[in-house]
């Protein structure tokens, strides 16, 4: 099983629609968690950090369920330029390490 | 922006030969990593340094060496290159709350 499992896509949604991506995580001790977004053939860069309570920023919600070991990001109002991949990353445990998921592709149509 | 710079961007190169990646940060951030990205596998860590001198690996450092004399570089080599290191390298540093910054990668192609 991998460390940190997303759903790769594609998710092919029209502009103003509400998207949300989950990922799971498989080591219990993680403490750490975030969402970065990567466009093609750039770095990654981050989005936002996940807070036990779930945080917003602007059109972007992040939630984290400790029990059941999966973080979300739903997206409102998608934009064209919301295309992109976005990446789950969680630390391992420890604090010098974190863990990537291989992404989930979204593309916004007009 | 971190202040993250790779050196080379792209490199073409050929099977055998020694081939050095730099990275280079302008904020003194003490923890520097380096990760390859290849389709379906993500980024995965090579080597990582927690200061200068410090260095350990990560899950896929067979092939690759590193080194930190300073602060601010952080050289990857790959000893003696094969096709399977054909792959985007990017370079990271450890910010606030273990977030983590990117430079803007370094292509390279093993002939």
């Known amino acids: 099983r991998k460390e940190v499992e997303q759903d790769p896509g594609p998710f092919n949604v029209p502009e103003g629609a509400t998207v949300a991506f989950n990922c799971t995580y498989s080591n219990s001790a993680s403490q750490s968690f975030f969402w970065y977004r990567q466009d093609c053939r750039k770095e990654p860069k981050l989005l936002m950090s996940?807070?036990?309570s779930g945080n917003e920023d602007g059109r972007f919600t992040a939630q984290l369920n400790r029990a059941s070991q999966y973080i979300s990001l739903l997206i409102r109002d998608s934009k064209l330029s919301d295309s992109a991949t976005y990446l789950c990353v969680v630390n391992n445990g420890r604090t010098d390490k974190l863990i990537f998921g291989t992404g989930t592709r979204l593309q916004v149509f007009p | 922006d971190a202040g993250i710079t790779q050196s080379p961007r792209h490199k073409v190169t050929e099977t055998g030969t020694p081939v050095t990646l730099r990275c280079h940060q302008t904020e003194n951030h003490r923890y520097m990593y380096w990760y390859r990205q290849d389709p379906g596998h993500g980024l995965r860590l090579i080597h990582y340094?927690?200061?200068?001198?410090?260095?350990d690996k990560g899950e896929v450092s067979d092939g690759y060496s590193v080194s930190r004399s300073k602060t601010e570089d952080f050289l990857l080599t790959l000893e003696s290159a094969t096709s399977s290191q054909t792959s985007v390298y990017f370079c990271?540093?450890?910010?606030?709350?273990?977030?983590?910054?990117f430079g803007p990668g370094t292509r390279l192609l093993v002939l």
């Open positions: 340094s927690y200061g200068v001198k410090d260095t």
């Open positions: 990271a540093i450890r910010a606030e709350q273990e977030t983590q910054y």
């Open positions: 996940v807070y036990s």
